[in-house]
């Protein structure tokens, strides 16, 4: 038998975290996520993190605001390792990029050494500003208000697609 040489060739996989306030209760969503994952798993480790929210009062004063938005992103803080990871943070106060710009940013965050990418989605009242402060950058996706758990999906689905990008594959849903 002949002795055949092999080359392989061993790709460091990118981690990817999702820090989420609140859970996805839509069972259709919970679709999507489950899809956007299992595609993911070709490209990436990916790690969802989902922390529950704290309940609203029926009427909202701006105390009670940033007490709710306080004790959410203790929960988020204390899920961020800073060390490698590159955070980004999804706020309607962020920057918006084009599909291929984001493909682009998310190449080079893995280029530059950092090994793990997190990024934060706050809960229905948003981010604290100590929250935005420690990450390294703060995407919006739209103007528009969503709801959180549809950011998930979003989000999700905008990592897939730089990839796919990334890559020049092509993509179809």
Not at 27 to 41: D, N
């Amino acid at each position: 038998m002949k002795n055949m040489d092999t080359k392989c060739e061993v790709r460091k996989m990118l981690n990817i975290k999702v820090i989420c306030v609140g859970k996805v209760k839509e069972h259709y969503l919970k679709e999507a996520i489950a899809e956007y994952a299992k595609r993911l798993g070709k490209y990436c480790h990916l790690q969802i993190v989902e922390l529950a929210d704290e309940k609203l009062p029926s009427k909202l004063y701006d105390s009670s605001i940033c007490e709710i938005k306080e004790k959410e992103c203790k929960k988020i803080k204390e899920e961020i390792i800073k060390r490698d990871s590159y955070v980004i943070s999804l706020d309607l106060r962020g920057k918006t990029m084009k599909s291929e710009t984001f493909s682009e940013k998310l190449q080079e965050i893995s280029l530059k050494g950092n090994s793990s990418i997190t990024f934060i989605i706050g809960g229905t009242l948003g981010l604290t500003e100590d929250i935005l402060q420690i990450s390294d950058e703060i995407l919006c996706f739209s103007q528009m208000t969503f709801p959180h758990q549809l950011i998930r999906v979003f989000l999700l689905e905008q990592i897939f697609r730089a990839f796919k990008i990334a890559r020049n594959e092509t993509y179809h849903w």
